[in-house]
C-alpha cells in the first residue's frame, strides 16, 4: 500500500482536496489505534489508508491522550506512527470557516468545543466526511457529512 506523506505542505494545501473522502476525528482514532477495535482498522483498509486524513488539532488531541494513558511512552509511539502514515492536515485555510460557524452557533446558542469546531472546519475546507462517534458534538456544524464507523461491521 502507497502511505501518504506525513503532513501536507502549506502550498499543497491551498485547493481543496477534492479527490479523498474521510478525516478521522480524535475519538475515531481513540478507538482505532489505543483501543483496538479491529473493525475500525478493517474499514480504513477497506477504503485505503490514502483516502484517510487526520486534523492537527487530532493529532495534539492524541498526544494529550497518550500522557494521559497508563503507559505514556507506548501510547506516544502509537500517535507517532499515525504521523508517519497518514497525512496531517493543516489548520491554514480552514480558519475562516471556523470563525463563521463558530459565530453562527454561538448565535444560536448551540456552541460547540472549539477543538471540535476546528477539526470540522479542516473537513468542510478540505471537502471531506469526517468520521467520528461523537456526532452529537458535530450534527450541529452547518453542511458536515459525518460518519461513525464504531458500528461498522
Same mark, same amino acid.
Given at each position: 500500500?502507497?502511505?501518504?506523506?506525513?503532513?501536507?505542505?502549506?502550498?499543497?494545501?491551498?485547493?481543496?482536496?477534492?479527490?479523498?473522502?474521510?478525516?478521522?476525528?480524535?475519538?475515531?482514532?481513540?478507538?482505532?489505534?489505543?483501543?483496538?477495535?479491529?473493525?475500525?482498522?478493517?474499514?480504513?483498509?477497506?477504503?485505503?489508508?490514502?483516502?484517510?486524513?487526520?486534523?492537527? @488539532?487530532?493529532?495534539?488531541?492524541?498526544?494529550?491522550?497518550?500522557?494521559?494513558?497508563?503507559?505514556?511512552?507506548?501510547?506516544?509511539?502509537?500517535?507517532?506512527?499515525? %504521523?508517519?502514515?497518514?497525512?496531517?492536515? *493543516?489548520?491554514?485555510?480552514? *480558519? %475562516? @470557516?471556523?470563525?463563521?460557524?463558530?459565530?453562527?452557533?454561538?448565535?444560536?446558542?448551540?456552541?460547540?468545543?472549539?477543538?471540535?469546531? *476546528?477539526?470540522?472546519?479542516?473537513? *468542510?475546507?478540505?471537502?471531506?466526511?469526517?468520521?467520528?462517534?461523537?456526532?452529537?458534538?458535530?450534527?450541529?456544524?452547518?453542511?458536515?457529512?459525518?460518519?461513525?464507523?464504531?458500528?461498522?461491521?
Amino acid at each position: 500500500m502507497t502511505l501518504l506523506p506525513n503532513s501536507v505542505t502549506r502550498e499543497q494545501q491551498t485547493e481543496p482536496l477534492k479527490n479523498y473522502e474521510t478525516i478521522l476525528a480524535r475519538y475515531q482514532y481513540y478507538y482505532i489505534l489505543l483501543k483496538g477495535m479491529v473493525n475500525l482498522n478493517k474499514k480504513i483498509a477497506d477504503i485505503g489508508l490514502e483516502n484517510c486524513f487526520v486534523s492537527e @488539532i487530532t493529532i495534539a488531541e492524541l498526544y494529550f491522550g497518550a500522557e494521559k494513558s497508563n503507559n505514556p511512552p507506548e501510547k506516544t509511539k502509537i500517535v507517532d506512527e499515525i %504521523q508517519k502514515n497518514i497525512a496531517v492536515l *493543516l489548520l491554514t485555510n480552514v *480558519l %475562516q @470557516i471556523y470563525a463563521k460557524e463558530k459565530v453562527r452557533l454561538q448565535r444560536l446558542g448551540t456552541p460547540v468545543d472549539d477543538f471540535d469546531l *476546528l477539526i470540522a472546519a479542516t473537513a *468542510l475546507a478540505n471537502k471531506l466526511i469526517l468520521v467520528t462517534n461523537n456526532s452529537k458534538h458535530f450534527e450541529r456544524i452547518e453542511n458536515l457529512e459525518i460518519e461513525d464507523w464504531t458500528n461498522s461491521e
